[in-house]
Every structure is written in C-alpha cells, then in structure tokens.
C-alpha cells in the first residue's frame, strides 16, 4: 500500500520531466542544445502564476474541460502498475473503466473546444473525436488477446510483477505485435507525430493543440499536466511489455523500468524526429494498422493455444 | 380490485375525461396530468412490489366465453412495468406545459387518449400471458401509437411517416402472429406455456418470425426505417415515451418468446447478436450524419437497442454454452440498458423537446449556445449525452460494463461463439467511440457555442412542469451510475423470472461488481473535488479578463465561421461511405468573386435507400400478377367466397 503510493507519487511528479526529454530528442536529432530538462516544471509553475482570459463565448463547460481531462489522466494513474508494483486501486473489469474515463476526459475537451465557437478548435474536435475510436478497438483487442491468456481483466494482472513475463511465456512471439499496437495508440492518443504534430505552427494542421487555443493560466497547466499523465501511462505500459523482467530486488527493478521507460520516450523523440506527419486522410490507415496488429496477435496466438 | 387493474382504470379514465373535457383547455390537462400520473403512479407501485414478491401474479378473465383473457406479472414483466410508468408518469408531466396550443384543444384532448391508451397498452402487453391477450394489447398498443404519430397531420411528412409507421408495425404485427400460429397449429392451445413443447425445427421457425416481427417494434437494422420517420413526427413525451419505452416492448417480445420456447440453442444468440452489432453501429454512423435534433436522436435508439440485444444476445450464448454467470452478465446487462436507455434517451428527447418548443426548429446546424440561456436544459442534456455515451460514473457505463464482462467470459467459448463475443466486444468499444463523437456534435453545436440563427439567440427555457421530468431523469442517470447495485439486482430479479434452470441467483458476485464501479465513482468524485479545490486556490486573487475567442490572427470572425454539426461529423462519415453514402449538392466556385453559394448533403440509410427495390417493388410486382383476382365483378366475388366455404368444410 505505502510502496503503491510512493510509486504513484513518484509518477506523477517525473511525468513532466519524461515528457521533457522528448524535447531534449528531438533538439539532439535538430543539432540543438534544447531547452533544460526541467523546462515542463518551469512551464507549469509559470503557468500556475498567471491569470486567465475566457473567451465571451464561453461556458462553465469550458473551465469543466481541463478539470475534467486531468481528474480522468489522474484516476487512471492510480490504477497503473508503475514499475511492475501493485497499484493502488485494482478491481475486476478495472481496465474497461480506465478506458471509458479516458473516453469522459476527451469528451469534455472536445466540449471545451467547442464551447469557444472557433473554427479551428471545432475542426481539432473532431478530429480528436475520430482516431481514439480505433484506438479503443485496438485496446479492446488486445484486452481480448490478454484475458485469453490470463483470464483476468484488470491491469494489475498484465502488468504487475512476473505477470508480464508470463504473458510472454505463454503466448511468445505473436505478442511481439502488441508492443507495435499500443505504441501505435500511444502516437495517437497523446497526438505525437506523425499523427499530430505538437510543435506545428499552423493551427489548420493541429489536432489537440488547437483544442487548447483558448486555454491560458493554470487552466491550461492542468491540461498540460493532464497529458503528462496520460502519456506516462501509455509509456509505462509498453514499457512493461518490453521489459517485462524481475530482478527480486524493489530498487533494481523500478531502476530498470525507469531506464527503459526514458528508451520509450526516445523512441517517441526519435519518431518524431526522423518523419513528418501524416496527412490527415492517411492517419486513419495508420492507426489501423494499430488495429491489424492487435488483431493478427489474437487470432494467431489463440489459434496456437486451442 | 387489485392495484394493476385499478392503475390501467385510472390511466384509461383518465384519457377519456380528458377527451370529453375538451373545451376547457387547462382543466383538460390538470385531468390528464392527475388521472393518468396517478395511474402511472399507482402501477408503479404495484410493479415494485410484484417485482419483489416471490410467486407471479396472474388474472384470468373470459371474454365471451369464446377466449380468456390471461394475464400473468412476473418478475420479467414487473421489471418492464418499473421502465413504463416511469416514463410514462414523466412523460405526462412534461405534456402539461408541452401541450400548450389552446386552438388546437380537441386534437389535445385525443393526444391524450391515445397516450393514456398507449400507456395503458403498452402495460397489458408484457403482462399478457396466452397468445390472443397478447396480439390483442399488441395491436391497441401500435394502432394508438400510430394515431399519436400522426398528430400533427396537416405536414406532408408527418402524413408520411404514419404511413411508413403503420405499414412495419402490421407487416411486423403479421410476422408475430405467423410465430403465435404456429405455436397455435402444434400445441392446440393459446397459451404460452404450451409453446415449449414444440418440435425443434418449429422453434426455430417461431423465433425466428418472432424476431423479425419484434425486431421491427424495437427498431433492429434494416427494420428500423420507420424510426427516425415517426419520432421525429410525434410531439417531444410521446418521442420520448415511443423511444424509451414503446420499442423495448419488442425486446420484451424477444426475451419472452425465448423463454416460452424452453430451448437454449446458441443459434438463437447468435442470431440475436448479429441483429445487435449492426444495429449498433449502423445506427450510431446514420445518427451522426443527421441534421434534424429528433431524427438523430431516433437513431440512437437503434444503436441502443443494438446496445441492449448484443447483452442479451451474449447471455443467450451463456445459457447455451452452460456458463451462468456469462449468462447472467449478459442478460442483468441487457435488461439494465433496457431501464438505462429508457432514462437517458426520455431525458434527451424532452431536452430536445424544449428547444423545438422554445426555437421552432429542429435543425442542428441553425441553434448554438443555447446552453447559456436555457441552463436547465442544457445541463441534464449534457448528463444524458454523457450517460448514453457509456461514460462513467453515469448509468449507461454500468449496464455497458456488465455487458463487456459478460461478453469477455464468451473467450472461453467454442469458435464461433467465440468469434461472435470477440466481434461483440470490439462492436461496443467502436459504438461507444462513435457515440462520444455523435454526441460531443449535438452538445457542441447546439447547446455551445454562438447562436447561428435568431430564433436561437432568443431562446429561453420556460415551463416547470417540463423542467421537473428532465432534471429527475438527469438525477436518475447519475443515482444508478454510482449506486447500481439495486438497480442491477431489480435487472437479476427479472433475469431469475426467465426459468433458466439456475434456482436462486447468488447475489454476492455481482454485488461486488456493482460495488467497485460504486467505489470507482467515488474516487472520481474525490480526485474531481480535489482538482476543484487546487484550481480555486491558484486562481485566488488572479486577474480574470473576458474577452474574444482567439481567431488565429483572423480579427473578424462571424457566427457563420463555427464548425457545425455537418462539418464536424464529414471527417467520420467519410469511413463508413461503402454503408453510409453521401450525397452533396453545392455549385461549384467560380471566378474570382463568387457569387453567394449554398451547401446540402444527406447521409442515406442504405436500408431505406434499398427498400424500395428490395422489397418493395418485387413485392409489388407479384401482386401485379395477381391482379387478375381482383376485377371487380360482385357475381364473381360471391363465387369467391362460396367456393372457400366449401373448401373449408370438406377439406378441413
């Protein structure tokens, strides 16, 4: 219980820093010096100093958006197994839940989006609201893939301890689609490239920035943290499947995840790197592939096992 | 007289007054509010308590001495009970103030016979219990159904849409009855209980009659092309009343003739399966091409009620394959969808109620930012958006969850039931992300943002008694989506009524499901709270200025410049073209000064679109071969009918 929550603590407060080294990435690979490390931390403070400006156009709904987002990102923090620990919270079916919390937190961003009457932030929307519906498919696959092997539907069951190793032990090589599939939904789902491209200047090419536009002052800190979050959850399970290894040892095992977690964010920066983003009537083909994945790791898989 | 009966007196008797006093308008409708809310009430009451007595109830009465009338609450019916006088008793408040055209006060008066008619059929139809009881409460039930369809009959489409209602509601009305002769032709009796001593191969004939004619009640693709005709022709209650509870009567229908038939074959779910994976989705895409509120909402239902026969579908495939809790999980999640829709989408359609009374129209693409000057309306509206999305901690997650739970115990299953709850699952998570953009569409552009019409800028919210129904149901939503174990255990009640073989249900397992999503809601809550608190302390003493919506350097920007429904929902519809297929008319630009230019597109429903050649022309064209029998000469007819007399008497 205390380990849990020291792990989740130790979640929340690096998943800006992670998220910073994307930056530091993709500075390297641009023949940058990049901004600090500690640039989010230094973002969000000042944005916690400042005041806001609401557009007259705007709701209650609009200030609900960014509360919303991060109380979804958050909850689903605390059901993650960091580092292979035991989560906090854990129940039967609590996968379907985290899913569907995510599902609360994107529609309330898309109604702050729309609540501002912009053009831009209606045409983020929805493309905010199409790519996570093959997303879900794709997660609700390989949800399929992982009760079949271990008849079990929680995330603590995948991802704590040697049960990862185990997943692998018994299905072996078709799973190594899995990993492919979820860090195709990790691009997706947290608009990286080539996907969405965060860094764009152009708010026509935008998908959640432009969501965003009109958020400012800690309003817009809480968004931010939000997709911090959502992020380190995303990483932190591909990352469990990659490196799925017990050492015995707490402090050995959570340093080896964190390094590998850091190898995750990399290949995040290096993706970004090294390809443009996608033009936007192709993204769904990508995202399929996500789905394929997920799909072909399935069938093959039970039809070894049966 | 025993309370059931003395509910339908007071609901029938009450429409009746109310006809009769027709001239004077307001004290009509007090009549009408008091006699039929009052029976609503009193039935109420009377199913709660039936659905926790432990023997069924039943009354027989004979009619003629030539047939009885039977009926028979169990806990199946008294669940179904529960789901219509809730709706209707809400339904019947929000008329008070709905119905408000004092010119048009006998046309009032008959809407309000008809709804107490409905409402009372609708009750004698899952308390039927042989074959004629039923057919009988079937037909009152659509025929007054179809008169409240047409209410407004001066519109040619409204004309129209009866038309279209009243065609599937007796092809399907002839299909149940084929279903009930048979049963009639191998049992010799009218009552249900002899219809489980059927030959298999009959079963299967029956139900899949059956299915058909309820399938066309509850709206199953391609079935449902009368849906978003008729709801979006009738007044706000009765869309709401119609699409709440008058199609789950089909689903009623379903569930019932699947457990008089007494056989658990996995054919029949995954017969029921298929019907509900394609309603759901195709029903979902279509809502999310409609421009018209009412029409939209029309077909979410038949997304929903895909929604609801994927659960029962799954525990029909649990009965089958021996798996209680599969089953069981499959069946409560069913039936609690059926009381969760019910809820949600009254809710939605008296929402959409008040702006079509406050703005006069119903076309999304012409409100916006109604949220700000009709706030009630607008909050549950945005409650029952996010309940029929699926999301937590609202009721449609709960019966969601149990669903996918059940749907998950299938992996064990053999191949092709396996297969079927695999495509069931990725089924529900495609649905809820579609609905989630169908939804965040009609909140955004209807209710957020900047007004794109007059008519809804002026918009205001008026009448209590059509506030009051909404802000319950918004209530409803949220009470079962946090504490659903009664509600999940009134679902079980009924479940155990269907005789599957299980005896007394176990109720501790799925208690502590419903507890987590109890505990999970809390923790929601609890974060929310917390992130609330945090915000309100950053923001102590910060400088909050208003001011214009950041046009990305456009300094100039109109109302006419915001997303709107069409645009948003292009992006999505673009993928489901092959289903979905897209009609657009605009002229194309020319030279360098355009002249004002104008933009229409129509998404088509494929069953609608094919119907015609399909089914209806081959249809046609057979009678037209036939026409020969019809020539009009009396002398003939009389031979007609004397030749069929004596082939019934000698060959019979």
């Not at chain 1, 209650?60 to 620990?85: E, Y």
């Not at chain 2, 008329?95 to 006060?105: E, G, I, L, R, V």
């Not at chain 2, 109604?370 to 709960?398: D, E, H, Q, Y």
């Not at chain 2, 800028?457 to 129904?469: C, V």
Request: contains cysteine; positive net charge.
């Amino acid at each position: 219980m205390m380990k849990s929550i020291i792990f989740l603590i130790l979640a929340m407060l690096l998943a800006p820093l992670y998220s910073a080294w994307i930056l530091k990435v993709k500075a390297f690979f641009g023949g940058r010096k990049g901004s600090p490390l500690l640039i989010n931390y230094y973002t969000l403070i000042k944005l916690f100093k400042k005041g806001s400006v609401y557009s007259t156009s705007t709701t209650l709904i609009f200030k609900l958006g960014p509360m919303v987002s991060l109380c979804a990102a958050a909850v689903v923090l605390m059901f993650l197994p960091v580092a292979g620990q035991a989560p906090l919270f854990s129940f039967n079916g609590d996968i379907i839940l985290l899913l569907y919390l995510l599902g609360l937190g994107r529609f309330f961003t898309i109604a702050a989006a729309m609540d501002t009457a912009s053009p831009f932030e209606g045409m983020g929307a929805a493309r905010e609201a199409y790519f996570p519906i093959i997303c879900e498919a794709t997660l609700f696959m390989i949800l399929i893939l992982f009760y079949t092997l271990t008849g079990e539907l929680n995330l603590a069951a995948y991802f704590t301890g040697g049960q990862t190793l185990g997943l692998w032990q018994t299905a072996g090589p078709p799973l190594l689609f899995v990993p492919i599939a979820f860090f195709i939904v990790l691009l997706t789902e947290n608009s990286r490239v080539p996907v969405d491209d965060p860094a764009t200047h152009l708010e026509l090419t935008m998908i959640h920035e432009v969501m965003v536009l009109d958020h400012s002052g800690p309003d817009f800190a809480l968004i931010e943290l939000g997709s911090f979050f959502k992020l380190f959850f995303y990483a932190s399970l591909v990352t469990r499947l990659i490196c799925p290894f017990t050492l015995g040892n707490p402090a050995a095992e959570a340093a080896l995840f964190f390094i590998v977690l850091g190898l995750v964010y990399t290949a995040v920066g290096v993706t970004e790197s090294v390809m443009a983003r996608y033009r936007m009537d192709k993204v769904p083909q990508f995202v399929l592939t996500s789905f394929a994945l997920a799909f072909f790791a399935t069938v093959i898989t039970l039809e070894f096992l049966k | 007289m025993n309370l059931f009966f003395l509910a339908l007196a007071f609901i029938f008797g009450g429409g009746l007054l109310s006809l009769m006093f027709w001239r004077q308008f307001v004290l009509m409708k007090i009549i009408g509010l008091i006699a039929i809310g009052g029976g609503c009430l009193l039935g109420l009451i009377d199913a709660g308590t039936k659905l926790y007595r432990p023997g069924p109830y039943s009354a027989v009465f004979d009619f003629l001495n030539a047939f009885s009338l039977s009926f028979k609450i169990d806990a199946l019916s008294a669940f179904f009970l529960v789901t219509i006088y809730t709706i209707c008793l809400l339904a019947a408040l929000y008329s008070y103030h709905y119905m408000d055209k004092a010119q048009k006060a006998l046309r009032t008066g008959g809407s309000y016979l008809f709804f107490a008619v409905l409402t009372a059929s609708m009750a004698l139809v899952v308390s039927a219990n042989n074959l004629i009881t039923f057919m009988l409460s079937w037909e009152i039930m659509s025929l007054s159904s179809f008169f409240l369809v047409v209410y407004n009959y001066e519109a040619e489409e409204n004309r129209k849409a009866g038309y279209l209602y009243f065609v599937f509601t007796q092809v399907g009305a002839m299909f149940i009855l084929a279903a009930f002769g048979l049963i009639y032709a191998h049992s010799g009796s009218l009552g249900f209980r002899d219809a489980a001593a059927l030959p298999d191969t009959v079963k299967i004939i029956v139900f899949v009659l059956a299915f058909i004619g309820f399938g066309s009640k509850a709206g199953v693709f391609p079935l449902h092309v009368w849906l978003p005709h008729a709801h979006p022709a009738a007044s706000s209650h009765i869309s709401a009343v119609m699409s709440g509870v008058m199609i789950k009567t089909g689903i009623y229908g379903i569930i019932r003739i699947y457990m008089l038939l007494d056989w658990h074959i996995a054919l029949f779910g995954h017969l029921v399966l298929i019907a509900g994976m394609i309603s759901g989705i195709l029903g979902v895409v279509y809502a999310l091409g409609q421009h018209d509120l009412k029409r939209l909402l029309a077909y979410h239902s038949v997304e929903n009620i895909g929604i609801i026969l994927i659960g029962i579908g799954i525990g029909m495939l649990g009965v089958a394959a021996e798996k209680p809790v599969m089953a069981l999980l499959g069946f409560a999640g069913g039936l609690l969808h059926v009381l969760n829709h019910a809820i949600f989408k009254s809710l939605l359609f008296m929402g959409a109620g008040m702006v079509l009374h406050q703005t006069g129209t119903r076309t999304i693409d012409l409100l916006g930012g109604l949220i700000k000057r009709m706030k009630i309306t607008g909050t549950t509206f945005l409650v029952g958006s996010l309940a029929i999305c699926g999301l937590p901690p609202l009721n449609g997650f709960v019966s969601e969850f149990l669903v996918y739970l059940g749907g998950f115990r299938g992996m064990a299953l053999d191949k092709t039931s396996f297969a079927m709850c695999l495509l069931a699952i990725v089924s529900l998570a495609i649905i809820g992300g579609l609905a989630l953009a169908c939804f965040t569409k009609v909140v955004g552009v209807v209710f957020q943002g900047e007004p794109r019409s007059p008519v809804a800028e002026n918009a205001a919210e008026k009448g209590l008694s059509m506030l009051i129904p909404m802000l319950v149901l918004a209530v409803a939503c949220i009470v079962i989506g946090v504490f659903p174990t009664f509600f999940m255990t009134m679902a079980l009640k009924a479940v155990a009524s269907l005789e599957l073989g299980y005896g007394q249900i176990p109720l501790v397992p799925f208690v502590a499901l419903t507890g987590n999503i109890t505990r999970a809601a809390a923790l929601i809550f609890a974060v929310f709270l917390l992130i609330l608190a945090i915000r309100k302390l950053l923001y102590q003493g910060k400088t909050v200025t208003r001011s214009g919506t950041w046009g990305c350097g456009f300094t100039k920007p109109t109302v006419k410049m915001q997303y709107t429904g069409s645009s948003y929902a292009a992006f999505i519809l673009e993928f489901f073209k092959p289903v979905a297929p897209l009609t657009e008319d605009h002229p194309a630009v020319k030279e360098r000064f355009p002249e004002k230019t104008y933009y229409h597109s129509h998404v088509s429903d494929i069953a609608e679109l094919h119907m015609g050649s399909v089914v209806v022309r081959p249809v046609l064209t057979l009678f037209e071969k036939l026409r020969w029998l019809q020539h009009g000469d009396i002398h003939l007819y009389i031979g007609y009918i004397l030749l069929a007399i004596v082939v019934l008497l000698f060959f019979v």
